[in-house]
C-alpha cells in the first residue's frame, strides 16, 4: 500500500524513508526540535537566516506592515516599503546599481535580471543579442532557464528541447589542473571567456553570468582580483554585460554588503541578491540594475514581468527590518572579523585531521573539503556518501550543517560552514568543536576504528 503520509520531506525521502525531526522553535543560531533537542544551525538554513532566528525587531515590523495591508499589486499602487528598500540598496551596493527590481525568489530573480538584460539590449538597438555565458560548475536556481546556465549534468534530463547553457570554466583555488598554479589557472578561465565570446558570435553574447563567491557550486571557492578585473574587461571588449549572482553572498555574508565591493576595478553591471536578503522571515529577492539602462527600458516599454508577488509589501517591510538590524548590530564587520576567526579555527583542525584538504572562504561563507588524500586532492569514494554521513554525524552533535558533493562527483565534496552573521566566538568554538569531533569519528569509520 502506498505511504499517504503528509509533509514535504514525503517529496524526497521516498515512500519509506524517515523524514527531519518536526521543529518546535527557534531562536539566534539555535533551533529545538518537537522532542525538546537543540541544535546549532551552522549553515543558516542553509545560507539564509543572516541576522538569526526569531528577531523581536524584524516580527514587530512584520506585525506593523500587517495591520496596515499585506499587499498590493504593483501595477495598482506604489509600495513605500519597496521604494525605501530600493533606495537604501543602491545606496550600500554602490555606484552603478541604483534600482532594484522585487521578486519572491533567487531562481525568479536571475531569470528576471537576464529578461531585463535581453529588453535593455533591444532598447539600444542590439536585438541580436541573447546568448547567455556562465561558468562550469555553477548554480544559478530550479527553474529550466536557471538550470541551463547551471551546468549541472544532473539537470540533463529535464532540459529537453530546451536550449543549451554556453559554459566557460570556473577557476578553483584547490583542483587547478595538474602542473598548473591556482592563480594562472584562474587567468586561463578569464581568457576562456574571451574565446568563447568570439567562438559564439560577439555581437550575439548579451551576458556572463557567475557567482564572484562560490556558493552551492563550488563551496565558497573565489578567485584573485586579478580574475575578476580580466573578467571585467573582456565583457567591456565585447559590449557583453557582466552578472553577479550574489544570492549566496550578498546581504553582507561575505564581511562587504555585496561581494562585488571587494573588487571595485571590477564592477558588475547587474546583480543577484536573495537568501539573506529576506533573512528567512519572508521569501524577498531582487536583482539590482544601473538607472541608465532601467531608464532606457522604461522609455521603450517598461518591464512589465513578473509573478503575482514581486515587490511583495510585507516582504519588502521585511527586507528593510533586516537591513536596520543588519547596519545598526554592525554584522557585516562582524562577518569579516568573525570569518577571519573561524577560518582560523578550522585550519587547526585540518592539521589534526587528514580528511580536511582545503578550507576557504570570505567572512562567513566558508567551506571544508574531505578528501581521501590531501596532497593529491584525491576525493572519497562516492559509494560511501561522504556528505551524507557527515551530516548525520553533525546532527548526532546537534550540528547542523549542509554539503555537497558538486556536478556528479567531478569538484569534491565539501561542508558548507557559514554560521549567521551574529555568531560569536562561543558560537564559533562551539560548532568547531562539533565539526571536529563528527569528523574524527569519520576518520576513525574509515579506519576500521570506530
Known amino acids: 500500500m502506498t505511504n499517504t503520509v503528509a509533509g514535504m520531506h514525503r517529496f524526497w525521502t521516498g515512500p519509506t524513508g524517515a523524514g527531519p525531526p518536526g521543529i518546535a522553535r527557534a531562536k539566534g543560531l539555535h533551533i529545538w526540535d518537537t522532542d525538546g533537542r537543540r541544535f546549532i544551525d551552522a549553515t543558516s538554513g542553509p545560507i539564509t537566516v543572516n541576522i538569526g532566528h526569531g528577531d523581536e525587531r524584524v516580527l514587530a515590523a512584520m506585525r506593523e506592515q500587517a495591520a496596515q495591508f499585506c499587499f498590493a499589486y504593483p501595477s495598482n499602487f506604489e509600495s513605500e516599503r519597496s521604494t525605501e528598500l530600493s533606495r537604501r540598496l543602491a545606496a550600500l551596493a554602490g555606484p552603478g546599481l541604483e534600482c532594484a527590481f522585487f521578486v ?189 539602462l532601467v531608464d532606457a527600458v522604461a522609455g521603450s516599454g517598461g518591464f512589465h514581468v513578473g509573478h503575482t508577488h514581486k515587490a511583495h509589501p510585507l516582504a519588502c517591510a521585511v527586507g528593510l527590518a533586516i537591513l536596520d538590524v543588519t547596519l545598526g548590530d554592525r554584522l557585516i564587520e562582524n562577518a569579516a572579523t568573525m570569518g577571519d576567526y573561524l577560518r582560523g579555527a578550522l585550519r587547526a583542525i585540518q592539521k589534526q585531521n587528514p580528511l580536511i584538504g582545503d578550507v576557504r572562504g570570505l567572512g562567513l561563507l566558508n567551506a571544508v573539503e574531505i578528501v581521501a588524500d590531501r596532497d593529491s586532492a584525491r576525493m572519497l569514494p562516492r559509494e560511501l556518501d561522504v556528505v551524507g554521513r557527515v551530516q548525520a554525524l553533525a546532527r548526532e552533535q546537534g550540528l547542523l550543517i549542509y554539503g555537497r558533493r558538486t556536478h556528479a562527483g567531478r569538484f569534491g565534496d565539501w561542508i558548507m560552514v557559514a554560521p549567521p552573521l551574529i555568531a560569536t566566538r562561543a558560537d564559533i568554538d562551539e560548532i568547531v568543536a562539533g565539526l571536529a569531533r563528527c569528523l574524527e569519528r569519520y576518520r576513525r569509520e574509515l579506519a576500521g576504528q570506530a
Open 104 to 292: 519572491s525568489s533567487g531562481s525568479e530573480a536571475v531569470e528576471k535580471c537576464l529578461q531585463f538584460a535581453r529588453r535593455a539590449a533591444i532598447a539600444r538597438g542590439e536585438s541580436a543579442r541573447y546568448r547567455v555565458i556562465s561558468r562550469n560548475p555553477s548554480y544559478h536556481g530550479s527553474t529550466r532557464a536557471t538550470m541551463a546556465l547551471s551546468a549541472d549534468p544532473g539537470y540533463a534530463p529535464y532540459l529537453a528541447g530546451h536550449p543549451p547553457g554556453i559554459h566557460v570554466p570556473a577557476p578553483s583555488s584547490f583542483r587547478p589542473p595538474a602542473g598548473t598554479a591556482a592563480g594562472s589557472y584562474a587567468m586561463q578561465c578569464a581568457e576562456a571567456l574571451r574565446a568563447r565570446i568570439i567562438e559564439s558570435g560577439p555581437d550575439s553574447v548579451l551576458a556572463f553570468i557567475m557567482e564572484p563567491v562560490m556558493g552551492f557550486c563550488g563551496g565558497a571557492d573565489s578567485a584573485p582580483p586579478e580574475y575578476y578585473r580580466r573578467v571585467r574587461e573582456i565583457c567591456d571588449e565585447f559590449g557583453v554585460l557582466l552578472v553577479y549572482d550574489e544570492i549566496v553572498s550578498g546581504a553582507g555574508r561575505t564581511g562587504t554588503f555585496l561581494a562585488a565591493n571587494r573588487w571595485p576595478a571590477a564592477r558588475p553591471d547587474l546583480v543577484v541578491l536573495a537568501k539573506g536578503l529576506g533573512g528567512g522571515y519572508a521569501p524577498l529577492a531582487a536583482f539590482l540594475a544601473p538607472a541608465h
